[in-house]
């Protein structure tokens, strides 16, 4: 790049973009604007160019398609130019139609004018300085009054600056969730709905299993944005209930043995203590934070293993206690439970370990940096601290790292299991029960209609609020699917004319919607929905809030048979011939449950002997415990 003796300074810059927002050409003059940047920016999108320009792509947009004429204007763009302090420069975009140009870029430097302006703005204090100085009494007094009225006024300006700084933060990503969430809903929905699909072979049903756990992956990453707002905003919420603290960790640990044998890696469980079977915690984001910890210590772990600690002390008084602390259970109630969890992966050097908890920053292997927002570490550590605790962190580079938290939790008695069944629901008991999806997308609504009319519901569509409200009077239905953001007339204001009606009023309705923020959540239950759903739909989810509400019975899929229940089972299982053993074995480590079925069912022909093996392998496999399935052939391998 040619420095600014061999170039010559120049006021103004100049760029041509396509109509893709590609630049097609510029001037070597903006060099001196764009600080970092090459000469040539020919093939850059205009955002990456011309980073303030990120957020106007909808005018930009516009100004393309002419659909808008007035020029975009962002002035005042501070930047630095050497060690000549501050500058200053204006940047406009307009209609171009020279060549293949669509748009003009222009930057002209208005450094000399801003500086003017303070050069101003400093002699007029000094001359009131001067003032000042000739009437010293009256001058005293003035200043006071002056120094107060401008902290006043820097602080009311600094409050409405942050005020509307976090409500077009808190906006923007409310629109980019909805956004984002809207196809999710889509991909997602057809994901479980083909999943249910009988008809497909092992590639496709492999296919549909990608699709799943990659539209989940991005779901999970839009939630840890939105939770990092959240945190940030300090609107984070803590929903404690009671929850059975054995059955947490011992799915934790079921999920993480098998990641771990995936990886080639050993996962070690300790209960170092008597631990509480039942406490009163927010179970959904203490998942999430322990998930987070060992999802870390599993990806940096390439050999060895990770361990997974948990330990409780009663009657706790100091906060500084940790897992060596070796202390004694008693029938208090008050538990410090303390999570901890090593490995011996890469480790952290000591002088990135203070990066680790801020947002979007990640250490250590960069083919591994790539595997993640950088954000989980930030949000489990803000959620430990909501949650009263303290994430602590010790590592050696190349010998591993342990993280470890307390928190107070308090023990319950034991909660009472909710009786359930197990399998794959295919169809609802009874009467058909009337379902009305309300939906402006055709998409959303094709989704619902094609998870719910396969279980035996009627289901009607509306596609706006006037046709929904038609719909409900003329149809009657059992439950109300009601998106909120509609044009024209709102799900809320739809939900509250629909209680309006008489013959409705008691409708079931349950807001279907993939604006996710709280406000909009109590908003929906504050105009008239009796529940809510988010978008992407979570079959079960949605399954559960209609059992909730319409006291529904399920009928279960089976393979036709009935399938004993382990207390059924009362015959002795023979083991069946070493080969197919062996079958069984392969086909259950690789999650192949066709086979393991087609298998067992060609068991039980073979010899009376087999049956309670083959029916055994069968139940497993029908409610899909691979793992159970491999620790039930291993021995006889």
Not at 188 to 211: F, M, P, S, W
Not at 237 to 266: C, H, V, W, Y
Not at 314 to 335: A, E, I
Not at 431 to 451: G, H, M, S, T, Y
Request: hydrophobic share 40%; proline share 4%.
């Amino acid at each position: 790049m040619l420095n600014n003796q061999e170039t010559g300074y120049a006021e103004t810059g100049y760029a041509l973009v396509d109509k893709d927002l590609i630049i097609l050409g510029n001037s070597i003059a903006l060099y001196q604007w764009l600080v970092g940047a090459p000469p040539d920016l020919t093939g850059q999108h205009i955002t990456n160019a011309f980073p303030m320009l990120v957020g106007y792509e909808e005018t930009l947009d516009k100004l393309v398609q002419e659909q808008q004429t007035k020029p975009l204007v962002i002035s005042q763009i501070c930047y630095s130019a050497n060690n000549d302090g501050n500058c200053y420069f204006n940047l406009q975009v307009e209609r171009c139609s020279y060549a293949n140009a669509s748009l003009l870029i222009t930057i002209t430097d208005v450094t000399e004018t801003s500086r003017l302006e303070q050069t101003l703005r400093q002699e007029r204090n000094e001359l009131r300085l001067q003032m000042v100085e000739r009437e010293k009494a009256e001058i005293a007094l003035r200043q006071e009054l002056l120094a107060h009225r401008q902290t006043t006024m820097k602080l009311q300006q600094a409050k409405k600056a942050a005020e509307v700084a976090n409500h077009a933060k808190t906006a923007f990503l409310a629109n980019m969730s909805h956004e984002l969430r809207t196809p999710l809903n889509g991909i997602l929905g057809y994901a479980q709905i083909l999943k249910r699909e009988q008809t497909l072979n092992e590639t496709q049903q492999t296919g549909i299993d990608v699709i799943h756990r990659s539209g989940n992956y991005l779901l999970r990453l839009i939630n840890e944005i939105l939770d990092l707002s959240k945190i940030e905003a300090n609107r984070v919420e803590i929903s404690p209930t009671d929850f059975s603290f054995s059955e947490f960790i011992n799915s934790i640990n079921e999920l993480f043995k098998m990641r771990a044998e995936q990886k080639g890696i050993t996962f070690n469980y300790q209960a170092l203590t008597q631990l509480p079977k039942t406490i009163h915690a927010d179970e959904t984001r203490l998942r999430q934070i322990i998930v987070n910890l060992l999802s870390n210590a599993i990806k940096f772990t390439k050999h060895g293993s990770v361990t997974f600690k948990v330990d409780s002390i009663q009657n706790p008084t100091s906060k500084t206690q940790t897992l060596k602390s070796n202390s004694q259970t008693s029938n208090s109630k008050n538990r410090r439970i303390i999570f901890q969890v090593e490995d011996n992966g890469i480790g952290i050097a000591s002088d990135e370990l203070s990066q680790i908890f801020l947002p979007f920053q990640q250490v250590g292997d960069r083919n591994l940096k790539a595997q993640g927002t950088g954000l989980g570490l930030a949000i489990s550590k803000k959620l430990v601290e909501v949650m009263g605790g303290q994430l602590h962190v010790d590592s050696i580079l190349g010998q591993g790292t342990t993280f470890w938290m307390e928190l107070d939790l308090q023990e319950v008695p034991d909660v009472i299991p909710k009786p359930t069944k197990s399998g794959e629901i295919k169809a609802v008991k009874g009467p058909a029960r009337k379902i009305l999806v309300v939906d402006d997308l055709r998409e959303n609504r094709f989704v619902l209609v094609n998870l719910l009319t396969p279980l035996g519901f009627e289901v009607a569509q509306a596609s706006h609020a006037e046709e929904c409200i038609e719909k409900a009077k003329a149809y009657q239905p059992d439950v109300i699917l009601m998106d909120l953001m509609m044009p024209e007339i709102s799900g809320f204001k739809a939900t509250r004319l629909i209680r309006q009606i008489p013959e409705l009023k008691n409708v079931v309705i349950i807001a279907v919607s993939a604006s996710v923020y709280p406000q909009h959540r109590q908003e929906s239950l504050v105009a008239g929905c009796n529940d809510f759903i988010a978008k992407p739909i979570q079959l079960n989810e949605m399954l559960e809030k209609l059992q909730q509400y319409l006291q529904l019975e399920w009928v279960y899929k089976t393979d036709g048979k009935h399938l004993p229940s382990p207390n059924e089972v009362k015959q002795p299982l023979v083991p069946p011939p070493a080969k197919i053993t062996k079958m069984l074995y392969d086909f259950s480590k690789q999650g192949n449950v066709g086979n393991i079925i087609e298998q067992a069912k060609q068991l039980e022909e073979i010899d009376d002997k087999y049956k309670p093996f083959a029916q055994k392998i069968l139940q497993l496999a029908n409610e899909f415990k691979i793992r159970k399935i491999r620790e039930l052939v291993e021995p006889y391998l």
